[in-house]
DNA sequence: CCTGGAGTTGTCCTA
DNA sequence: TTAGGACAACTCCAG
């Protein structure tokens, strides 16, 4: 008999518990499904697609070619090929987006009606959201108690599952079953920019299972033993970077876990560990969120700020997304994101902080760029880190918090390593004047060759007076 | 039910 | 130059 397996964010062979779970029934049809018909407004965005591709040509590859590629509507689709190919059972690992949630309820209920078994498995948590709970049941709404004692003091983690060894998949190549449900094949998918804006992407990135573990020994290395003062600094080697890959599951936290504890035990755990691990712990608090409170990318947690006095202004959020502000540290965080589909985390902070606060434009606007232009777009990491920095989400942010981007940029780009990178156009000028042109006297600039308002924008924003107004906003709530 | 300590990531002013 | 305190008040969480 054969068991289908599919796959959605779980783009691996190791450590994928559908897959090991399907494969000891026998052989197995490897099937992925792009399904932009149920994700409403969340549907994948650009770079996000690109990775995508990528992800799938190389878990196609591992597969030795026998990964069915379709696209369309799973619930449809997944009943249809059950029945051309006589599967006997489904497997999946869960994904846990609303809307993917409820899908795959709708999945499973016609699937058993129709005899043919469906499991799902955990295959990109740690812990499940329905499992950190405080004692009295109801979910955590403050990270550190949700990650120390929701958390950490739970159920171990569960060991990585060795990839299966003696994978027996069915080959539909050319069969009329394979037409019969629509074999797509990967570029029949158009996951790929039709104008080639991913230059950038390409020379950043190597994508895939094999590619990532690679990664993550390479950061456990280089990057963990100064991790938890380096990974502040966007020009640092100090940031482990899975998160696309983590995203689409071409590693499993479980296995960052484990490599992690392993690393530590044998070169002495200590801060810069139980930092990264935490950051492990940001991603389930995310899940936990958006499982627990499903409008999550949409309604404010904190439900006052229903009232705040956003403001638009289209040229004012046209120049952050392009990284025109004239503030170069966002400038440089914004230009990283539109090249390289990444972000540094601190830079992210700054960047939110600067759209929401300063230019007091809603989060919404800032979360659907995110989305649209990064490779780790995901929409429980998103949703609430944008509710995290506006200060609406359920951590009480001291509605203080208003990031300066010329001091952190002091701070964290003493060089201007990273500003020189992404916005080289103002290389020339002195450490001192660099993190604000704006401030420089005429005579630096000169010296530069830098016209402010034609070289590099002056900048949009005075921060002191908008810090005060969004204050004095916050404050009227 | 009550109580008290704590809450990822900051900035600015003052002494 | 640098360190310390102010900046709201509230909710969360565990005992």
């Known amino acids: 008999m ?22 000891q029934h026998g052989s197995v049809l490897p099937v992925y499904i792009l399904d932009d018909t149920n994700a409403a407004d969340w549907a994948m965005g650009g770079a996000s697609r690109w990775w995508l591709h990528h992800s799938l040509q190389s878990l196609n590859h591992s597969l030795q070619g026998r990964l069915l590629l379709l696209r369309g509507d799973p619930l449809s689709l997944l009943p249809l090929l059950s029945e051309a190919i006589h599967a006997d ?21 016609q699937l058993k009606d129709s005899g043919i078994a469906v499991e799902s498995h955990n295959g990109s948590l740690l812990w499940e959201p329905w499992q950190a709970l405080k ?23 569960r060991q990585v599952i060795p990839a299966p060894s003696d994978l027996d998949c069915l080959s539909l190549g050319g069969s009329p079953y394979a037409r019969q449900v629509g074999d797509a094949g990967i570029t029949a998918l158009n996951l790929l920019p ?3 804006w991913d230059q950038g992407m390409r020379a950043t990135w190597q994508i895939g299972e094999d590619a990532v573990r690679q990664r993550l020994r390479e950061f456990l290395d280089t990057g963990l033993g100064d991790y938890k003062q380096g990974r502040n600094f966007p020009a640092r080697p100090n940031v482990s ?22 690393h530590g035990a044998e070169n002495g755990a200590d801060e810069n560990l139980d930092c990264f691990l935490s950051e492990l712990g940001w991603r389930e608090f995310s899940y936990s969120l958006l499982y627990h409170h499903p409008t999550l990318m949409r309604d404010s947690l904190q439900s006052k700020f229903d009232h705040f006095p956003w403001q638009h ?25 539109w090249q390289t589909g990444y972000m540094h985390n601190r830079v992210r902070m700054v960047v939110g902080s600067f759209l929401v606060k300063n230019l007091r434009t809603h989060w919404h606007r800032g979360e659907e760029w995110f989305w649209d232009c990064l490779v780790d777009a995901d929409l429980a990491a998103n949703s609430a880190s944008w509710q995290w920095i506006a200060g609406c989400g359920a951590d009480a942010a001291p509605y203080f918090r208003v990031f300066n981007p010329v001091t952190q940029s002091e701070r964290f780009d003493p060089q201007g390593d990273y500003i020189r990178r992404y916005v080289p156009e103002i290389a020339a000028l002195p450490d001192k004047y660099l993190h604000n042109p704006s401030a420089a006297p005429a005579g630096v600039l000169r010296e530069a060759g830098i016209v402010l308002g034609k070289d590099y924008p002056e900048a949009i924003v005075d921060l002191k007076d908008s810090r005060e107004q969004a204050l004095a906003a916050f404050k009227g709530l």
């Not at 289908?4 to 779980?10: C, G, L, N, Y």
């Not at 049941?137 to 403050?142: H, I, L, M, Q, R």
């Open 135 to 157: 004692q009295d049941g109801t979910p955590y709404k403050v990270f550190t108690p949700f990650w120390r004692k929701g958390c950490l003091l739970g159920a171990i983690p």
């Open 89 to 109: 059972g489904i497997h999946w690992n869960r994904c846990y987006e609303p809307w993917r949630i409820a899908r795959d309820a709708r999945l499973k209920e």
């Open 241 to 262: 970077r899975l998160s696309p890959h983590l995203h689409f599951g071409e590693i499993s936290p479980h296995q960052v876990w484990t490599e992690a504890q392993r």
């Open 313 to 337: 202004d289209d040229a004012l959020l046209h120049a952050w997304q392009r990284g025109q502000t004239g503030f170069p540290l966002i400038d440089a965080g914004m230009r990283e994101l």
């Open 194 to 196: 039709t104008i080639p």
């Open 2 to 23: 054969t068991r289908i397996v599919w796959f959605r964010q779980d783009l691996r062979l190791t450590d994928n518990p559908a897959l090991s779970a399907a494969s």
